[in-house]
Structure formats: structure tokens, C-alpha cells
């Protein structure tokens, strides 16, 4: 029952901007932590950027100064601003939560995954 759909990527040229997005849906009950990762073709998925329920916000040393991951907690969203974009950003942006669902005994919590959205900088 719960779910989450990135949506805010697509081609853009090195130096510009893009907003990720993504919004859990379904019987939730807390979510804790939630973050971006990203891969690229041949590479390993990675952790771009993660913010713990508290707000409290990590980045990659690759995109420190240049990206910034929030949220909305009213609305069960993450956000990742993406400034000043280089070719190396070019990946599938993946969303993760840390989710407790609704109903669960013992308000364990989930990894949950985002199908991803495509990023690609290129002039």
C-alpha cells in the first residue's frame, strides 16, 4: 500500500537546475528518514543526499554546495534542489524512506523504494 513516485527529472544543460520530488503515499504511519540515491550506467547505486525526521540533512561530498534535499512533512515529500549541474550528475534519481505503515504491531519500519527518474545533463 505504500509507495513512492519521483517525478522532476529530465534533460537539462550543465549549470542549470532541476527539482526532484517525491511523494510517499498509502496507510503511513510515521516515515523517518528519507533520501536520494542515484546510479549510473555501469556504477553502483549511491546516496546523494538523506535528511533524518528531525530535519537533519547528509550529502555526498560530490554535491555538497550544490544540492539541497528537503521536506514536507505535511505532505510526505522530498524535495532535492539540484543547482550548478554537471555532466557526472547524469543518473536515475532513486528516493528512499524509512516508513512505518499504518497497522504494524510493533511500529517497525520499512526501506521503501521510488522507481526512479531520469536526471541527464548535457549541452
Known amino acids: 500500500q505504500v509507495q513512492l513516485v519521483e517525478s522532476g527529472g529530465g534533460l537539462v544543460q550543465p549549470g542549470g537546475s532541476l527539482r526532484l520530488s517525491c511523494a510517499a503515499s498509502?496507510?503511513?504511519?510515521?516515515?523517518?528518514?528519507m533520501g536520494w540515491y542515484r546510479q549510473a550506467p555501469g556504477k553502483q547505486r549511491e546516496l546523494v543526499a538523506s535528511?533524518?525526521?528531525?530535519?537533519?540533512?547528509n550529502y555526498a561530498d560530490s554535491v555538497k554546495g550544490r544540492f539541497t534535499i528537503s521536506r514536507d512533512y505535511a505532505k510526505n515529500t522530498v524535495y532535492l534542489q539540484m543547482n550548478s549541474l554537471k555532466p557526472e550528475d547524469t543518473a536515475v534519481y532513486y528516493c528512499?524512506?524509512?516508513?512505518?505503515?499504518?497497522?504494524?504491531?510493533?511500529?517497525?519500519?520499512?526501506?521503501?523504494w521510488g522507481l526512479g527518474t531520469q536526471v541527464t545533463v548535457s549541452s
Open positions: 528512499n524512506a524509512h516508513i512505518i505503515p499504518s497497522g504494524t504491531l510493533y511500529y517497525t519500519s520499512s526501506d521503501y
Open positions: 498509502g496507510s503511513i504511519f510515521s516515515i523517518n528518514a
Open positions: 535528511i533524518t525526521s528531525g530535519g537533519s540533512a
